[in-house]
DNA sequence: CTAGGGTTAG
């Protein structure tokens, strides 16, 4: 009775001590009074739960441990909690010693225990350690059947991406459920095997939210906008359920498509099922993102705004989401807004920044971030944030400097370095440091067309033939073939169009044709050159005219002036870069027909009003 | 108790 009573003190001391922050740690508390203490076992099991949700209490202080061990050393349910304690918490040694001494004492361990273990390997991607631990388990033999245990490993062997081990366990189990099924799908998924996921998920029987849900979300991963809303409709006709890790699915499909219908028809959905973006962190983040990349940043600012709660994504996104539209000043007050709150940025937190810094010239800025990032906010400059600071200083034509930031960086540099620095030698003239930086690209990315095109171009306009034939004699060993242009418009029925460079196919391409004629004429009268470096090299100027005007996303401009009301705004995206010479035509455009003009390229938004672009032709 | 989860670059 003596150490019960201790026991129970201790209990209540410690209980004490949580109680202001969970809600949990009073029911515990409750509960110790109302049951005596020949429940210690389960109080304690009860505790070292609420312990891992605790993590302003250091394990090792908690004087309940100790006790577990001394008085209940062949309960497997404490030793179990334990162990669980460490394989959440940390140190995941503590957690396997703590195993490794339990099967010393002979105490034999239940599924739980291993669920602990490995969902500790999965967190950790330690695939070894993962597989270890399941030849343990299959040694034990009384698990090799367990349901719960077996799908414990499949989801272990998935985050850690070992798919052949995953798809063996499935093979062998004795029975599988959805829970089996689902982990297979999305270790598939993850793969990029669509068509494998696909198949498996058509023999599924019985199909619950999660299973539908991971086939929307391995859709809107792999890029597949148009399969994640099919299967998403399919669902819906099913009745099953919807919450918020759907939403966030459907919705990245729906950035994906970048067309306002689909914006609008999604985020009325989620508004119906009660997940809007005021409700949910995680909804109201994805709707941030999606209006951002349907080009309408002042609707994602709006869902911001109106959010309950924002977290580190909220902001990352809202701040890329200025940085993309060219909202230089926009993306940094966030960004010291957020500072002002508990929310800590992050590694893309920073990419947004510098992105942001780079898009409007603010050389200054960003390096004083970049220099104070890991001392002032925690965060270590990766290679991501070396590229966008390789852009921000090439783009402002410091060329030499980010060579050289290039070349002392403390890792490797990877493609994204290179590319920043070849972007900017194209748009700084810059043929030597071009060279440099293509000669390590052509090795890490030997199949990137894009790289070729911009050192052929960068020779070109310094006039350098001999370079020129070079990368052509190149690319034509390589047989690379340049990718078609290609631009989509929304029309005013909210129906997408999609135009190729050259296009003849739509059933409208006179008028288009004719719209656009008017259109130049129109240009010239103010002054309109067509820029003739747009296009290549090595034919004549006529030809090069013609090329010029038949540039898809001049086609989907005259398209958008057709279809569309006067006064409305005309929203293009492209999958390239836009060129100079539409860039002109578009601000042009804009001048000369009053709309306003959204142009999506490949790597932000180009809004023109009244003659100008948002990009102050800094792109 | 186990399966699905959002932001990033040239």
Known sequence: ???????????????????????????????????????????????????????????????????????????????????????????????????????????????????????????????????????????????????????????????????????????????????????????????????????????????????????VTGYAQNAMPENALEVFRGMVDAGVEIDEVTLVGVISACAQLGASGYAKWVRDIAESVGFGGGSSVLVGSALIDMYSKCGNVEEAYDVFKGMKERNVFSYSSMIVGFAIHGLARGAIKLFYDMLETEVKPNHVTFVGVFTACSHAGLVDQGQKLFATMEECYGVAPTGEHYACMADLLGRAGHLEKALRLVETMPMEPNGAVWGALLGASHIHGNPDVAEIASRRLFELEPDNIGNYLLLANTYASAGRWDGVSRVRKLMREKNLKKNPGCSWVEAKNGTIHEFVAGDVKHPEINEIKKELNDLFERLKGIGYQPNLCSVPYGINDEEKMLLLMAHSEKLALAFGLLSTDAGSTIKIMKNLRICEDCHIVMCGASKVTGRKIVVRDNTRFHHFLNGACSCSNFW
Not at 107 to 135: E, I, M, R
Not at 163 to 192: C, N
Request: glycine share 4%; charged share 15%; hydrophobic share 45%.
């Open 1 to 215: 009775m003596v150490v019960a009573r201790v026991v129970e003190s201790e209990v209540v001391r410690i209980l004490d001590s949580c109680c202001s922050t969970l809600n949990h740690a009073k029911q515990v508390h409750g509960h110790i009074y109302r049951n005596n203490l020949h429940q210690c076992s389960y109080v304690i099991t009860k505790l070292l739960r609420l312990l891992t949700t605790l993590p302003h209490l250091p394990l090792n202080s908690y004087p309940l441990l100790l006790f577990a061990q001394v008085h209940a050393p062949n309960n497997p349910f404490l030793w179990t909690a334990l162990i669980r304690a460490y394989a959440l918490r940390g140190p995941l040694p503590e957690a396997l010693r703590l195993y490794s001494s339990m099967r010393q004492r002979r105490v034999s361990p239940v599924s739980f225990t291993f669920s602990a273990l490995f969902s500790a390997s999965a967190a950790a991607k330690d695939a070894a350690l993962g597989a270890q631990l399941h030849a343990q388990t299959l040694l034990l033999g009384g698990f090799v059947s367990d349901l719960y245990v077996n799908n414990t490993i499949i989801h272990m062997y998935v985050k850690c991406g070992v798919l052949h081990s995953a798809r063996k366990v499935f093979d062998e189990m004795p029975q599988r459920d959805v829970v089996s099924w689902t982990g297979l799908i999305v270790a598939y998924a993850r793969r990029g095997h669509m068509e494998a996921a696909r198949d498996l998920f058509d023999g599924l029987l019985v199909k619950d939210m999660v299973a539908w849900t991971a086939m």
